[in-house]
Every structure is written in structure tokens, then in C-alpha cells.
């Protein structure tokens, strides 16, 4: 497979040998900039590094620079239908946009493409498998579905390079996998531009998180995408925890420490299941932002049996001790004590691991 193309977009670089970019969609009302940029911050503390924002009117657009001036994440703007609202968007800052170029007319294409030269900023092509006019879509098989999608992509990109724009990334979305998975196996041999991956519109937090990730997880297999988004029906920070877990179990990028934990049994002596939820609630209240990165692995396991022996690839863990809990380190006891002091000796190990002096602490409740 051929290298891909790299686009710079603000101060992140997306694609060649760079890393999977992670990125995700505020959900507030874009003209709302407190509210919009009081999420994008927290997203930005999650570890995002791209997002995006809707454009769905005049003022949405004008909010950019504002919303821009106030938060570190390079913006895009997502248009539809309204090229008007593409070029505000473009003159307000906007570091990349993102249109579906079918619901664009040419002529209104050229405008955008003309602006977006201006400024020099990228615009990814999204082709969405829903938006396709091919008559009833889910009568059609992937193949054809995932063909068609690309030749959309390929003709839009020929009229984008006839006005000389190359600063283009494109996706292929739809929310089968198998469609999905083919349209970008079938676009990667023909063309070399990077790839913006995700499975849209795949559910709730649990059933979306499932399904994005085996989806995402055969392209990145494949070595299909630069940049993700899990697109899921819930707070967008889950879209950050769950892309970077994605990233972890794929080997890609280490961004939050791996929890290990044991699924509980008869022998479990400490209360392993609202353990991991406040160790889950800590970790993911730390401050991710930009390259921060804490690649370490904490175990809470049940015995002490099983436990530290099955657990000894992790940095350090606990589990329970008859009427004790124990702390291991590779899997070996360091220390045993009383229940009760399990917070102070915790605590005394997230210090060790470097774990509460590098990262400001956000108290909140995640899980
Ligand atoms: S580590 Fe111990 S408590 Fe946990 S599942 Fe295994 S045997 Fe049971």
C-alpha cells in the first residue's frame, strides 16, 4: 500500500507515517460560544486533538473566530448545502472544513475551493453512504454501496484537483461495517489521500462504542485511516475514551494508563467492581491535553491467588488479602495492610508512577 498524502490542519498533521489523530463534535449550539468552548476544553483535557463543529446558520459561522481565540484545538466547520455558510465559515477562521460536495452545486464548489486556497486550509470530503441518491440504499449490496460511494469520492476529488486543491481528506461513513470497511479498502488502491475513518451514526454509548470499535478497529487493522472519530449518541468525551482505548488495545498510541481488572469470583475479597469504576473516574479526570501521556498499567484484582500472578504485566496493582489488601508491583507483594487504608497507599503509588504530580486533577464522575 502507498504511503498517503500528509495535511497539515491548524498545528495537527494528518496523515504519512504521522499518529492516528483523535478528534470528536461538540454538541452544543455552535452560537452558544460559552457553552461551545466550555466543551471543547473539556474535550481538549480528554485528550481530543481535532473538533468539529456544526454550521448550520450565519451567526454559527460568525462564532468561529471567537470560539478560535478561545481554545487550542484547531476548529472545523461542518457544512451542508449552504456554500455561503462554507466561505463564512473559511473567512471566520475555520482551520479545515467539512462538506459533502454532492450537496454543493459546482459552481458553489469552486467558491469554496477558491476561499479555502485564500486561507490555505484543508477541506475533507465527506462521503456519507445515507446521502447517496441511489434509490433505496439498503436494498443494495456492500459492494456496490461501498463502489459507488467511492466513485463519488474520486469524482469530487478529479474537480477539486482540475481547480487546484489538494489539501483534501476524505471518509467513505456508513453505518454498516462491512460497507464501510470495503469502500475504504476499494478507495486506498486508488488513491493516496488521508483518511478520515469512523462508523457514523453507530448508536448509544454502549451499542455505539461496540460497534464503532470493531469497525474502526479492521480499518486500523488494515492500515486504513489517520484520523477517527467514534460518533456515538451520547456526552462526545466518550468519543475521546473510547477512540484512545481503541488506539491502546490496537497497540497504536498509549495515551491513558490500562486499567486490568478481574471479572470476580468466588474468591474475590475486596469490592473489585466500584474499585475499577473509581480508579476508571480518576484516570480519565487527569488532564490529557496535548502530547501528555501516561503509558502505564494498573491492576485490581480480587485474590491474591490469582490475582498478582495473572495480573504481573501491569506496573502495579492491588488485590484483596483475606481480610487484607496487598500492592503489587510486577507481580510481586510489596506491601499488605488493613482495608481501611487503601486510599493513603493507593495514593502513595499513583505519586510513585508519576501519575498525580505530572496531571491536574478534574474531580468528576465519569462512570
Ligand atoms: S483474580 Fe481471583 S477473585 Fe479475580 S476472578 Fe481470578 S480467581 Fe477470582
Same mark, same amino acid.
Not at 109 to 119: P, Q, R, V
Not at 128 to 153: F, R, T, Y
Not at 289 to 301: N, Q
Given at each position: 500500500?502507498?504511503?498517503? $498524502? ?24 455552535? $452560537? ?7 466543551? @471543547? $476544553? ?20 460568525? !462564532? ?13 466547520? *461542518?457544512? %451542508? ?12 477562521? !475555520? *482551520? ?13 464548489? +469552486? ?8 486561507? *490555505? ?14 434509490? /433505496? ?27 487546484? &486543491? ?16 470495503? !469502500? ?5 488502491? +486508488? ?14 454509548? &454502549? ?32 468519543? @475521546?475514551?473510547? !477512540? ?15 486499567? @486490568? ?12 467492581? /466500584? ?6 473516574? &480518576?484516570?480519565?479526570?487527569? *488532564? ?23 495480573? $504481573? ?32 497507599? &493507593? ?11 505530572? %496531571? ?8
Amino acid at each position: 500500500m502507498k504511503k498517503r $498524502k500528509v495535511v497539515k490542519v491548524g498545528n495537527i498533521v494528518i496523515g504519512g507515517n504521522n499518529q492516528v489523530v483523535v478528534q470528536s463534535m461538540t454538541n452544543t449550539t455552535t $452560537k452558544d460560544i460559552i457553552k461551545t468552548v466550555k466543551q @471543547i $476544553k473539556r474535550l481538549e483535557r480528554a485528550g481530543c486533538e481535532l473538533i468539529r463543529c456544526s454550521v448550520p446558520d450565519e451567526e454559527a459561522a460568525k !462564532a468561529i473566530s471567537l470560539i478560535k481565540s478561545k481554545v487550542n484545538l484547531p476548529i472545523i466547520a *461542518d457544512i %451542508h448545502f449552504d456554500h455561503k455558510l462554507a466561505i463564512l465559515s473559511i473567512k471566520n477562521g !475555520a *482551520d479545515k472544513i467539512r462538506i459533502n460536495p454532492g450537496n454543493i452545486r459546482k459552481e458553489h464548489l +469552486k467558491e469554496i475551493i477558491s476561499n479555502a486556497i485564500d486561507k *490555505d486550509i484543508a477541506i475533507r470530503i465527506g462521503i456519507n453512504a445515507g446521502s447517496l441518491n441511489i434509490g /433505496n440504499i439498503d436494498k443494495i449490496n456492500a459492494l456496490k454501496k461501498a463502489s459507488i460511494m467511492v466513485e463519488k469520492a474520486l469524482e469530487y476529488i478529479d474537480y477539486f484537483e482540475n481547480n487546484k &486543491f489538494k489539501k483534501l481528506i476524505v471518509s467513505l461513513k456508513s453505518s454498516d461495517i462491512k460497507t464501510t470497511l470495503t !469502500a475504504y479498502k476499494i478507495f486506498s488502491k +486508488k488513491s493516496t489521500y488521508p483518511l478520515h475513518i469512523g462508523i457514523t451514526e453507530s448508536g448509544s454509548r &454502549f451499542g455505539g462504542i461496540i460497534k464503532s470499535s470493531i469497525g474502526i478497529s479492521a480499518l486500523l487493522s488494515a492500515n486504513l485511516g489517520d484520523t477517527i472519530r467514534v460518533s456515538i449518541s451520547d456526552d462526545p468525551i466518550f468519543e @475521546i475514551f473510547a !477512540a484512545y482505548n481503541i488506539l491502546k488495545c490496537l497497540n497504536i498510541r498509549k495515551k491513558y494508563p490500562e486499567i @486490568i481488572s478481574c471479572p470476580t469470583c468466588a474468591r474475590t475479597t475486596i469490592d473489585v467492581i /466500584n474499585l475499577v469504576k473509581k480508579i476508571e473516574n &480518576f484516570i480519565y479526570s487527569l *488532564d490529557f491535553s496535548g502530547d501528555k501521556t501516561l503509558p502505564i498499567k494498573i491492576a485490581i484484582m480480587g485474590c491474591i491467588v490469582n490475582g498478582p500472578g495473572e495480573a $504481573k504485566e501491569a506496573d502495579f496493582g492491588i488485590c484483596g488479602t483475606g481480610n487484607k489488601i496487598s500492592i503489587f508491583e510486577k507481580g510481586n507483594i510489596v506491601e499488605t495492610f488493613e482495608k481501611k487504608e487503601l486510599e493513603k497507599k &493507593f495514593y502513595k503509588y499513583l505519586k510513585k508512577y508519576n501519575i498525580i504530580s505530572y %496531571h491536574k486533577i478534574n474531580k468528576v464522575t465519569y462512570f
